[in-house]
């Protein structure tokens, strides 16, 4: 029973262009939503988080969207660089009965190429 | 301020054996949280311990534990060593507050069962 899930494995964008990745989950109970960027055999790194009273968060070149009602959640990267080519999980945290603040659940991660 | 550190980085061992594996949380972290990467399953949850406490604990079998000592560095430990169980282990470490907290990565110890 998935219930993160990032549908597209791949994405390939061109220096420059919008990259738009995406994720669905299917548990109501989450209340807190956080992209990581990672490396192999590196730990994620930390990139823009949401809480679910707010529907978008900005920071510099990257953009969190929340849309609750479709349980959807997407960052845009813009302008997208080489730098960026990495592999994106999207993670999910629930509030239900308020013991599981230290648990995360993750997506299958989208590997983005941005070529130059 | 220093992030979150692994010790060791690299470990071969033989199935049977038992491993244990340190996390130095970012100061001033109560919670620390593990998480298992493999090829096929992912970033799966292991457990998570605040304050000493285990607090949260995923799908594992017991041969999976851990602890958390007073300065809030944690260990896990992995009895009974079994081929599956290669892969990338990481912790994360956050404040563990109840509202939007985020957690923090380490550089990951590759665990190589031969």
């Known amino acids: 029973d998935q219930q993160v899930k990032q549908n597209s494995p791949s994405l390939s964008v061109q220096e420059g262009r919008i990259s738009i990745l995406n994720c669905d989950y299917t548990n109501s109970m989450f209340d807190y939503f956080l992209w990581y960027k990672k490396y192999p055999a590196e730990g994620p790194t930390f990139l823009i988080s949401i809480s679910s009273i707010k529907d978008k968060n900005e920071d510099g070149r990257f953009t969190v969207f929340l849309n609750k009602s479709a349980k959807h959640l997407s960052l845009h990267i813009v302008p997208s660089q080489p730098g960026d ?9 629930s509030n239900a009965g308020g013991t599981s603040y230290g648990k995360l659940t993750f997506g299958q991660g989208t590997i983005l190429t941005v070529h130059p | 301020k220093a992030g ?18 340190s996390c130095s949380p970012i100061s001033g972290h109560r919670s620390v949280s593990w998480y298992q990467q ?34 809030s560095r944690s260990e896990m430990n992995v009895s009974t060593l079994e081929l599956g169980d290669s892969a990338l282990y990481l912790c994360a470490s956050s404040r563990g507050r109840p509202e939007s907290d985020t957690q923090y990565f380490g550089p990951g110890t590759r665990l190589t069962v031969l």
């Open chain 2, 38 to 71: 493999t090829p096929g399953q992912g970033l799966q949850f292991l457990f998570e311990y605040f304050s000493e406490t285990q607090r949260n604990k995923g799908n594992f079998p017991g041969r999976f534990s851990g602890r958390q000592f007073s300065n």
């Open chain 1, 85 to 93: 080519s990495a592999v994106y999980f999207c993670a999910v945290r």
């Open chain 2, 4 to 21: 979150v550190t692994q010790t060791p980085r690299y470990l071969i061992k033989t199935r049977g054996q038992q491993v244990t594996l």
